[in-house]
């Protein structure tokens, strides 16, 4: 048995979910090991399609145990959606577990996310009106000082988790210690909340909150660590589930347009309390193309008809806050990248069937310093991204159904030279590749 982490090698929204989904039928653990409800997961399966933003992707399967662990932050009202449209749907929601060290987003952190990104978005807005008729550069969506975030309140608890003022689930539990931990936070958070003129909080409203939350959710709420060691060393299989990718994580990724925990092979270490030595795999999930949502560079950016097709054909609007997905061509310079900050000893490629109709497709293979002409083979800085042009390659399109193809000798000849060039270009072996969005879909080398 292994312990695998699967994790996105891009911008996000790669389709973990559906790849965890599919693995999870042989699995006994499946780990959240970091992030919130600021992406969705969308899962299509007997139960229907849904987007999961805080349950892990192994629901789907009563023998499957499901941890959110310390690395994440849980909000409590998403969760109880979460379970509600699962039961409704027919899933046994009982193996559903959090641990006692993950922290509580409340509602002040997504007000204050909100409000911080409205007043950076009307930033934005007043430079481009000032450059406007004049022979100045206009910021731009991409590089104002608005992030692009979620608005779920991801940053602001984040900042308190490593300010330690954060609450934690465990403080739920106990009504003392969560009075003196919310009396602490509160008086800077409603001076923030009166700086941009927002009703401030009570310490007892949000005592009743917690009281809420402690009763409906204690039998969940567990400490992961015996659990999860006896499961490794008992030799379980255990899938750690990542949340976004690797070029929006705060350390490697597009920062500041980042979110504020790593989703990457060490990050699932430091987020679940698993020893590297533990880990036998590590599965690097990829689109056949690329998307993006939110603010930063996006090198391979496609402003034209093809970059609308892909949108269209690919459904690309994000799960979580049904914004359309920034779409571009393959990026072999981010893939590269995203291996060695992961050591990926595999890959999954998602989504092949969206490029079926195109006659032709580029492939990204480096970039182009659009003022010195340098040519980098990786991924530079966040500035340095925008001042790149990148290099392609073109491959002929397959103009061909591979949605029913369930072998890789089914996949048209053109289809598996574009899939290898992807997996010369990532430098490890391709094991999966998908052509839809259900379970059925899914080509295992």
Known sequence: MTVTVIVGAQWGDEGKGRVIDY???RANMVVRFQGGDNAGHTVVN???RHALHLIPSGIFYPQVYNLLVAGTLVNFDRIGEELANLEAAGVDVSNMHIDLRAHVIWPFHMLLDGASEDRAVA?????DDEAEGTDKAP???AK?????TTRRGIGPAYGEKHSYRGIRVADLLRPDMLRERLTAVLPR???LLAYYGLAQFAVDDLMDQGAAWRARYSEMIVDSVPLLRRTVEGGGNVLLEGQLGVLRGVNWGIYPYSTGSSPTAGGACVGAGIPPRAIDKVLGVVKAYSTSVGGGPFPTELFDDNGARLQEVGSEFGATTGRPRRCGWFDGVAIRYATWINGFTSIAVTKLDVLDGFESIQLCTGYRHRESGQMLDHVPDTATQYEVDPVYETWPGWRSDTSGCRA?????AEARAYLRR???LAGAPMHFVSVGPERSQMIVM
């Open 23 to 25: 693995l999870a039928a």
């Open 46 to 48: 007997d139960y229907g």
């Open 189 to 191: 958070v409603n001076h």
């Open 422 to 424: 992807i997996e010369e």
């Open 408 to 412: 890789w000798d089914d996949l048209p």
């Open 139 to 141: 910021s731009g969506a």
């Open 123 to 127: 930033r934005t807005q007043a430079a």
């Open 144 to 148: 104002g000082g608005a992030l692009g």
